[in-house]
């Protein structure tokens, strides 16, 4: 079982710039990709950005590439996501997943684990 929690987001205006955590729990982080998903109100839930389990490979969605970056430290069991340049559509409640299943981690289902969210929300 992984559990976990996410962290960082809030309020801020176009162009300014917010860094969201997630910590997970267990022993066996290091073994899930992780990917992080956002959801606005009345929308799908959406990729927004990946990671693979020793944080060599990064996956980015298109509205994202360029403005935002996913890490992750193994050792304190978190994963980042730092978005700058924000933009009013980038409204939404972002997610933290962890996958420790085959398949195409840009895909929602692929994930076994996922947070509870944090709003964040971007004034024009």
């Known amino acids: 079982q992984v559990q976990l929690v996410e962290s960082g987001g809030g309020l801020v205006q176009a162009g300014g710039s917010l860094r969201l955590s997630c910590a997970a729990s267990g022993r066996t982080f290091s073994s899930y990709a992780m990917g992080w998903f956002r959801q606005a109100p009345g929308k799908e839930r959406e990729f927004v950005a990946a990671?693979?389990?020793?944080?060599?490979?990064?996956y980015y969605a298109d509205s994202v590439k360029g403005r935002f970056t996913i890490s992750r430290d193994n050792a304190k069991n978190t994963v980042y996501l730092q978005m700058n340049s924000l933009k009013p559509e980038d409204t939404a409640v972002y997610y933290c997943?962890?996958?420790?299943?085959?398949?195409?981690?840009?895909?929602?289902?692929?994930?076994?684990?996922w947070g509870q969210g944090t709003q964040v929300t971007v004034s024009s």
């Open positions: 990671i693979s389990w020793s944080g060599d490979n990064t």
């Open positions: 997943a962890a996958s420790g299943r085959l398949g195409d981690i840009s895909v929602s289902a692929t994930y076994n684990y």
